[in-house]
Every structure is written in structure tokens, then in C-alpha cells.
């Protein structure tokens, strides 16, 4: 269970990561 969120964690640090660079790109 623990390593799922983590793993959970890391997918959602990705998505935000690539949202600030499409927002980047944008700007």
C-alpha cells in the first residue's frame, strides 16, 4: 500500500511538472 502511494506521488509530481511547462510554453 505504501509503495502505491508513493508510486501515486510520483505521477502526480510528473503531471504537475509538465502542467508548469505547458504553462511556460504558453507564456
Known sequence: AIG???EAGK???I???T???R???KA
Open 4 to 6: 502505491e502511494i508513493r
Open 11 to 13: 505521477i502526480k509530481l
Open 15 to 17: 503531471e504537475l511538472k
Open 19 to 21: 502542467a508548469k511547462r
Open 23 to 25: 504553462v511556460a510554453n
